[in-house]
């Protein structure tokens, strides 16, 4: 059981190149989450999705775009690569249901944009 | 505006010692608590969590404590040990509300042997 799984794990980038960050989840959860990870600062919820179809912004959506075509992919993209977007960005997922709180996080995927 | 405060970015004890780690919010609306441990390179791990119904819950070495007219709560680790070292993050949600979780900055804790 893989769980939450982030590719890829370290990525260097131009000012105004464009990527994406792949996330998948094997635990058939309906919520995933983006967020990032500045040094010395909390996580910051980028976008979110509560279902294969449905993706809403979070706190710092600017910049991003994704899109949930299944209930196991949520990948995050990058369309215009900025210094101010280098950072550590980790997806996680929960499943539905009452008392169903607890986010279960990917490994991470380290990006510098120079 | 932060709604989930973790006050001290650091914290140093002894091995043997108890770990008292604390957390603020401020949205009134907020009814679950959990507290994350993240190391180096790695995503954060659930440690515990706690419902506003109570106002403790323990997991071993790990105690949670709420307070909700404060709008407060700790987290302590009785015995501390090394392999406790990590940045602890305190998070709050709202139940059956947008299902965001919001997170504190995060207190990097120190064990010394």
């Known amino acids: 059981n893989a769980g939450v799984t982030q590719t890829p794990k370290f990525r260097i980038l131009k000012i105004g190149q464009s990527m994406t960050l792949q996330c998948a989840q094997d635990m058939n959860h309906n919520y995933m989450y983006w967020y990032r990870q500045d040094p010395g600062m909390g996580l910051k919820l980028i976008y979110y999705s509560v279902g294969a179809g449905i993706t809403d912004k979070g706190e710092v959506p600017n910049g991003y775009n994704v899109s949930r075509s299944t209930t196991e992919d949520f990948p995050l993209r990058l369309e215009l690569a900025a210094p101010s977007q280098t950072s550590v960005y980790f997806c996680a997922s929960k499943p539905w249901g009452p008392g169903a709180n607890v986010l279960t996080f990917g490994a991470g995927s380290r990006l510098t944009v120079l | 505006d932060q709604q989930v405060k973790q006050n001290s970015p650091s914290l140093s004890v002894q091995e043997g010692r108890i770990s008292i780690l604390n957390c603020d919010y401020t949205n009134s609306m907020f009814d679950y608590f959990l507290w994350y441990k993240k190391y180096p390179a790695e995503g954060p791990t659930f440690l515990i969590s706690i419902s506003s119904i109570k106002d403790k819950n323990e997991d071993g070495r790990f105690t949670v404590f709420l307070n909700k007219s404060a709008k407060h709560l700790s987290l302590h680790i009785v015995p501390s040990q090394p392999g406790d070292s990590a940045v602890y993050f305190c998070?709050?949600?709202?139940?059956?509300?947008?299902?965001?979780?919001?997170f504190g900055k995060g207190t990097k804790l120190t064990v010394n042997p």
């Open positions: 998070a709050a949600l709202a139940q059956g509300g947008s299902e965001k979780l919001v």
